[in-house]
C-alpha cells in the first residue's frame, strides 16, 4: 500500500527556515503527481504546493509569493518543500499527498496523505 512519511517540521522563528521531506513508498514514485497541504488549527486544510512526477512543472499557492520552493528526488522517491522567510501565519500541519492515479495532474484532487509534521512559527 502507498505510504506517505513526512519529516522536518519544528518550531523557528519568524524569519527562518524549514525543509520539509516526504519519503513515498508503495508506489512508483516517478510517475506521480505529489503535493503538499496544510491546515492550521480552526482552518480547511489547503493546497501549498504541487510538482509533476518529472519535477518540470510545479504550482504554488498566492499566499507563498516565493517564499516557498518544491522540489523532488526520483531516486530517492522523494518530495521536498523547502519553506523560506517563514512567518507565524505558516504555523500548520503540514501533509505530504499523492493522487490515485499515475501520470496525471490531479489538479488539486489528492487521495493518499502522509501523518503529518507540525510547523511552529514564533514571532
Known amino acids: 500500500q502507498v505510504q506517505l512519511v513526512e519529516s522536518g517540521g519544528g518550531l523557528v522563528q519568524a524569519g527562518g527556515s524549514l525543509r520539509l521531506s516526504c519519503a513515498a513508498s508503495g508506489l512508483t514514485f516517478s510517475r506521480y503527481y505529489m503535493g503538499w497541504f496544510r491546515q492550521a488549527p480552526g482552518k480547511e486544510r489547503e493546497l501549498v504546493a504541487d510538482?509533476?512526477?518529472?519535477?518540470?512543472?510545479?504550482y504554488y499557492a498566492d499566499f507563498m509569493k516565493g517564499r516557498f520552493t518544491i522540489s523532488r528526488d526520483n531516486a530517492k522517491n522523494t518530495v521536498y518543500l523547502q519553506m523560506n522567510r517563514l512567518k507565524p501565519e505558516d504555523t500548520a500541519v503540514y501533509y505530504c499527498?499523492?493522487?490515485?492515479?499515475?501520470?496525471?495532474?490531479?489538479?488539486?484532487?489528492?487521495?493518499?496523505w502522509g501523518q503529518g509534521t507540525q510547523v511552529t512559527v514564533s514571532s
Open positions: 510538482i509533476s512526477w518529472s519535477g518540470v512543472t510545479t
Open positions: 499527498a499523492a493522487p490515485s492515479h499515475p501520470d496525471f495532474n490531479p489538479m488539486g484532487a489528492y487521495d493518499y
